[in-house]
Nanobody, 126 residues
Framework: QLQLAESGGGLVQPGGSLRLSCVFSGYTLAYYAVGWFRQAPGKEREGVSCITSSGHNTNYAESVKGRFTISRDNAKNTVYLQMNSLKPEDTAVYYC???????????????????WGQGTQVTVSS
């Protein structure tokens, strides 16, 4: 059974950085597309970034372009989200999600992912 586990969240000041990790277990990461999503209190879950199974293609929400970078290390069964220049509006619970997709298909729609981690809290505050 595929399981995902996020880590790396925490409290950071505006302008700071965090790197989130999403570790796969149960299956090899190599054939899965992965997305990062976030949900703030009272708001819907939104797509932040996604990456294809090969790692060759990525996509970002407009609100994080130029500040966040998604990457993956299939040998380590891990996907990362490097978050720089963090803003208070980035505060949310961040989730990684996966779907079996060996083709170069990108999606940031939550309903297209079928396996989710438990989430990690990111708080940006002074």
């Amino acid at each position: 059974q595929l399981q995902l586990a996020e880590s790396g969240g925490g409290l950071v000041q505006p302008g700071g950085s965090l790197r989130l990790s999403c570790v796969f277990s149960g299956y090899t990461l190599a054939y899965y597309a992965v997305g990062w999503f976030r949900q703030a209190p009272g708001k819907e879950r939104e797509g932040v970034s996604c990456i294809t199974s090969s790692g060759h293609n990525t996509n970002y929400a407009e609100s994080v372009k130029g500040r966040f970078t998604i990457s993956r290390d299939n040998a380590k069964n891990t996907v990362y989200l490097q978050m720089n220049s963090l803003k208070p509006e980035d505060t949310a619970v961040y989730y990684c999600a996966a779907v079996f997709q060996p083709l170069e298909v990108l999606s940031m729609r939550p309903d297209e992912y079928d396996t989710w981690g438990q989430g990690t809290q990111v708080t940006v505050s002074s």
